[in-house]
Nanobody, 117 residues
Framework: QVQLVESGGGLVQAGGSLRLSCAAS????????MGWYRQAPGKQRELVAT???????NYADSVKGRFTISRDNAKNTIYLQMNSLKPEDTAVYYC???????????WGQGTQVTVSS
């Protein structure tokens, strides 16, 4: 199986920046897409950004121009650079990974991001 461990969450003031990391380990062969999702209390989990093995990226409209997803293949790690943070960005952020031949995906435990005003 695949293990995903997020880190880098915390408390930041509005307008500040934060960088999240997600390290993949275990049976990582075949991972094609990794991404970040977030879930605020009482709300559905939503896509934030994804990145494929060829470097293609996709962002939610709400974070375009503020967040950047990137990858380090040597470390099997993805990052989410979050700039110009808003209170609306407050949520638990989850890392996700998908293999080419599987319909299921893998989830990390989540990391809390809190943006104060």
């Amino acid at each position: 199986q695949v293990q995903l461990v997020e880190s880098g969450g915390g408390l930041v003031q509005a307008g500040g920046s934060l960088r999240l990391s997600c390290a993949a380990s275990g049976s990582i062969f075949g991972i094609n897409t990794m991404g970040w999702y977030r879930q605020a209390p009482g709300k559905q989990r939503e896509l934030v950004a994804t990145i494929t093995n060829d470097g293609s990226t996709n962002y939610a409209d709400s974070v375009k121009g503020r967040f950047t997803i990137s990858r380090d293949n040597a470390k099997n790690t993805i990052y989410l650079q979050m700039n110009s943070l808003k209170p609306e960005d407050t949520a638990v952020y989850y890392c996700n990974a998908k293999k080419v031949w599987q319909t299921r995906s893998y989830w990390g435990q989540g990391t809390q991001v809190t943006v104060s005003s």
